[in-house]
């Protein structure tokens, strides 16, 4: 049975058909206070296959599918017409490479097995360089976490295990290494850092 919603204008708010009581096939629907329109696709009243949102102007707000009822599969979320994540699903779990961005700029990308967190996340900045690197088993830190300075450089190092912290940081550690002596309190890392090298 095909059913259909009208406005007082006579848009399609609605279009559907129903099999056995229960929505079957394409599914469209627009919001009458957004006018966002959604397509998507049911099988025995559960979504299954593909489903779009666009925004009153056509451009795409999300784009996913499904497996009897599940997210299943890549999805993407846009903002302003720009993709801001790119997710990977299984049975309605993150399940792969999940990409972030932020005005065309990738910001981050993580890893997931089952819903959690696993392998590597490595965080972005504005040019591109990697801000963090991290590791995680089962959504906790596991491994080296690394932070690095606009140029590249390493900045500090701290190792996790099962989401603890083990060991004193490399900063803090380096900190020490160059620890002002009496009457140069006042320098700066860097500074000691020179003096240091230059054997003064």
């Not at 009897?68 to 990977?88: E, I, K, S, T």
């Not at 900045?155 to 290494?177: D, I, K, M, T």
Request: hydrophobic share 40%.
């Amino acid at each position: 049975m095909q059913v259909q919603e009208l406005d007082a204008q006579g848009r399609t708010l609605l279009r559907c058909t129903l099999r056995d009581g229960v929505v079957d096939g394409l599914f469209e629907q627009v919001a009458a206070g957004s006018a966002q329109r959604l397509r998507a696709n049911f099988r025995g009243g559960q979504l299954h296959g593909p489903m779009s949102l666009l925004d009153a102007a056509g451009a795409p707000v999300q784009a996913c599918a499904f497996e009897a009822g599940r997210l299943h599969g890549p999805m993407r979320v846009y903002a302003n017409g720009q993709c801001v994540a790119h997710q990977q699903y299984r049975g309605g779990l993150l399940h792969g490479a999940c990409e972030y961005f932020h005005e065309g700029r990738r910001v981050r990308l993580a890893h997931y097995q089952g819903g959690l967190l696993e392998g590597e996340v490595i965080d972005y900045g504005a040019n591109g360089a990697v801000l963090q690197s991290c590791t995680y088993r089962a959504n906790r830190l596991h491994g080296p976490l690394r932070r690095y300075g606009p140029a590249g450089e390493l900045r500090e190092e701290v190792h996790y295990e099962q989401g603890v912290p083990v060991g004193a940081s490399a900063r803090v550690a380096l900190e020490r290494a160059v620890a002002a002596p009496a009457g140069e309190a006042a320098l700066t890392l860097p500074e000691r850092l020179r003096r240091w090298v230059r054997g003064a």
